[in-house]
């Protein structure tokens, strides 16, 4: 399938939910949960693309925690990429603040949020999408997985 230059393509990403047990008190009990992330329309030559989107921790009493973001399919918080049908691929990676300075992962590769203390949190993901990269249009995925260690 040869590659053509991107008109408009559809970018979502996917957040699985999981809960860590890290250093449980009983009897906190703390859950996260995630909207998905709509990239919306990209075209290479505007240059990068930024976006948002939100998980909120809740934990039944006060608790210390952190947040987590696995690195996806790649399999690495440093070299996200959602994949395209046919196989192609496009980087972008999840950062904690809006200047795009502080990668978030999984506590081995980038930093982990926090810690935070208390009984949630509503905390936004900062995207960027890199810009100049020749792909076939399509809609692009990957999935991660939200930890929340307390």
């Not at 399999?75 to 395209?84: D, I």
């Not at 904690?96 to 982990?112: E, I, K, P, S, Y």
Request: hydrophobic share 45%; glycine share 14%.
């Amino acid at each position: 399938m040869p590659v053509i230059p991107i008109r408009a393509i559809l970018l979502t990403i996917l957040l699985a939910l999981a809960s860590g047990h890290a250093n449980a008190a009983p009897p906190a009990f703390c859950s996260i949960a995630a909207s998905g992330v709509n990239f919306g329309a990209y075209l290479p030559d505007r240059g990068a693309l930024s976006f948002t989107g939100k998980l909120r921790v809740t934990c039944s009493t006060t608790a210390s925690f952190t947040v987590a973001l696995t690195g996806g399919m790649s399999g690495n918080p440093a070299l996200r990429q959602m994949r395209l049908p046919g196989g192609a691929m496009l980087r972008y990676q999840l950062y904690q603040d809006a200047a795009h300075t502080r990668v978030w992962g999984d506590g081995g590769m980038g930093a982990l949020a926090g810690p935070f203390i208390g009984t949630g949190a509503e905390l936004t993901v900062f995207g960027l999408l890199h810009g100049s990269q020749r792909v076939p249009a399509g809609a692009a995925t990957d999935l991660l997985t939200a930890i929340v260690n307390y």
